[in-house]
């Protein structure tokens, strides 16, 4: 049964990319890539720059994801640097082939257990800082819901008309801003660890909870703001807006289990952007995975093979050293 797991969640992700790959042709047809690259050249050379920068905040923020999670083990003795490289390998890895093909996990393995964790340590790092991110995008939701629940207008065309309904979009906000409010709870009164099934959730110190509500929303708002800043500012676009578009692409391409989302993304930002030029919100999605995806994807992939042919050499020249160690006595016959 377990490898029957393993073989449909990629089957699943090949199947939501060739739909959404269909739907999106459906919706692009007759954009030409003219269009495209007119949006993309009209962008003024500060709002790129805006978008690099926004996306040094989203990756910080991921950096932090690890360092939370460190504090939360009491591990102290490994490097910021070291942290940072590792964190952005893992998340530009796992964004694009998929954590299902590719789980972050393994980086983290192999980067942590040459600084002395231990298997268990790691798993519970990267149980935290999924959690982490789950809570961000929780808690952004929340926030954006109850301040314009009109928002999931937006999506009718994708979500049943129950859930598009103001009353029913800003209930949907006050409940997810109430579970963060018990987890807050949960961390300050050191409640007893929360159950689901097979997983049990420690909560963290206060200190680290703080952390977490922090960090998980700046690294949203850093990668939302790569699209907004490259969407055409004489159109005025709410940054809200934005945000909001932006946190149901994105965790529609996650639960997907498409390859870094492709197409789904897409699918989802375009049919709730219609009062946008349909070639400057591609634009701005390029810019996205040029920025957030592709660039960090070959700058890992340089890493990776760095960081093993350190490791390799390092086994090599203690083989060798082993090698060179006294003889042992002949027998004595």
Request: proline content about 6%.
């Amino acid at each position: 049964m377990k490898n029957v797991r393993e073989f449909i969640w990629p089957l699943i992700g090949l199947l939501a990319v060739a739909v959404s790959g269909w739907l999106l042709y459906k919706e692009l047809r007759g954009l030409s890539l003219d269009d495209v690259w007119d949006s993309l050249t009209a962008v003024p050379t500060e709002r790129y720059v805006l978008a690099g920068l926004s996306t040094l905040v989203a990756y910080a923020a991921l950096a932090w994801y690890d360092r939370i999670a460190l504090l939360h083990l009491g591990v102290r003795h490994i490097s910021w640097l070291f942290v940072s490289v590792t964190s952005f390998t893992t998340y530009a890895l796992s964004h694009n082939i998929g954590a299902s093909v590719f789980s972050g996990a393994v980086v983290r393995y192999r980067a942590y257990t040459s600084k002395g964790l231990s298997a268990a340590q790691i798993a519970v790092l990267v149980a935290l800082c999924s959690f982490t991110f789950g809570l961000g995008t929780i808690l952004l939701g929340g926030v954006v819901l109850t301040l314009d629940p009109t928002l999931l207008h937006r999506l009718e065309d994708l979500l049943p008309a129950a859930l598009t309904n103001p009353a029913t979009a800003r209930i949907v906000g006050l409940l997810l801003i109430g579970f963060v409010i018990l987890y807050v709870a949960g961390s300050i009164l050191h409640l007893p660890p929360l159950v689901i099934r097979k997983a049990k959730l420690e909560y963290p110190r206060p200190a680290i909870m703080v952390r977490q509500l922090i960090a998980a929303p700046l690294e949203l708002l850093g990668a939302a703001g790569i699209i907004y800043f490259v969407l055409p500012a004489h159109l005025e676009p709410s940054f809200i807006i934005v945000l909001a578009v932006f946190l149901a692409s994105f965790s529609a391409a996650l639960v997907s289990h498409a390859p870094g989302g492709l197409g789904v993304f897409e699918l989802v930002f375009l049919t709730a952007m219609p009062d946008i030029p349909k070639a400057d919100v591609l634009a701005a999605l390029i810019v996205f995975r040029l920025f957030y995806l592709l660039i960090p994807f070959a700058m890992s992939l340089i890493v990776v093979l760095l960081f093993e042919r350190a490791r390799l050499t390092q086994a090599w020249r203690g083989r060798e050293g082993a090698g060179d160690g006294p003889l042992p006595p002949a027998p004595l016959g």
